[in-house]
């Protein structure tokens, strides 16, 4: 596969280059273009009133290109300037953090994965439910080989395959289940602090509600220690609501 890598933590995420190792030890050819800084909880915004720089990395098993930019930037300038020709996937990850159930909406992560599926490519968000930075070898092998195991042509145009494995050794995870994203949302909390000066700021935090997870879905059995596999899409258009609008005759 001829492979275009992203993320939204960074291009010297322990994901991403775990990702990129497991790719090329699959024989993979890999392209990286990917935010030089952290990039999470930017969704699918984009650059518009600065200019995209880059800065090069060729380091001894790596080669990447960093962009100060978001993730939908770099897969935005790498489809539209940067590569000769469309890539095989885009593969986005691997996010320190989880990205399931309302996360998508705010996920750097899924928003590159999201750009690479309006461009009717195969796409991949793929995250672990853990923050410290630990070694993901396994399941970036594990990434890669299901990425080469699907069957992408039955798949409907413009989805994101969301992948998502439990905060465990890969061996200890219950297996691949394949799920519908949570309803359930974030109680948010902010924690008002003050600064050197006396200023207030807040920092966010917060939780999804144990009790309003729906059983079956990705944030339920990512809990439970399963690897989760949603397919996503992006046509926004209420049915429902729209028959309800036209038969108020409003104009």
Same mark, same amino acid.
């Given at each position: ?96 953090? +989880?990205?399931?159930? /309302?996360?998508?909406?705010?996920? %750097?992560?899924?928003? =590159?994965? &999201?750009?690479? *599926? ?77 600064? +050197?000066?006396?200023? /207030?700021?807040?920092?966010?935090? %917060?939780?999804?509600? =144990?009790? &309003?997870?729906? *059983? ?5 059995l990512l809990n ?21 609008l036209e038969d108020?005759?409003?104009?």
């Amino acid at each position: 596969m001829d492979v275009l890598l992203t993320n939204d933590d960074g291009i010297r995420a322990a994901g991403l280059r775990a990702l990129y190792a497991a790719l090329r030890e699959a024989g993979h050819t890999v392209h990286v273009v990917a935010p030089m800084r952290q990039q999470s909880g930017v969704g699918h915004s984009l650059t518009v009133f600065e200019p995209l720089r880059a800065m090069p990395f060729e380091e001894t098993g790596f080669s990447g290109l960093g962009i100060y930019g978001t993730p939908t930037d770099c897969v935005k300038l790498a489809l539209g300037s940067l590569l000769k020709k469309a890539p095989d996937i885009v593969m986005s990850g691997i996010n320190l953090g +989880p990205n399931v159930g /309302p996360d998508i909406l705010y996920s %750097g992560t899924v928003g =590159a994965a &999201t750009e690479a *599926a309006h461009e009717n490519l195969p796409s991949m968000a793929i995250s672990y439910d853990g923050y410290p930075p630990v070694d993901l070898t396994e399941q970036a092998r594990h990434a890669v080989a299901l990425a080469s195991a699907i069957d992408w042509s039955k798949l409907e145009p413009r989805r994101v395959v969301n992948l998502n494995y439990p905060a465990l050794p890969l061996d200890q995870a219950k297996g691949l289940r394949v799920c519908p994203q949570t309803s359930a949302v974030w109680k948010n909390v902010y924690l008002e602090r003050r600064d +050197p000066r006396g200023d /207030p700021y807040w920092w966010l935090e %917060g939780e999804i509600p =144990a009790h &309003t997870i729906n *059983a079956g879905s990705d944030k339920d059995l990512l809990n439970r220690g399963y690897i989760t596999l949603t397919p996503l899409c992006f046509e926004f258009t209420d049915q429902a609501g729209l028959k309800t609008l036209e038969d108020m005759n409003l104009g």
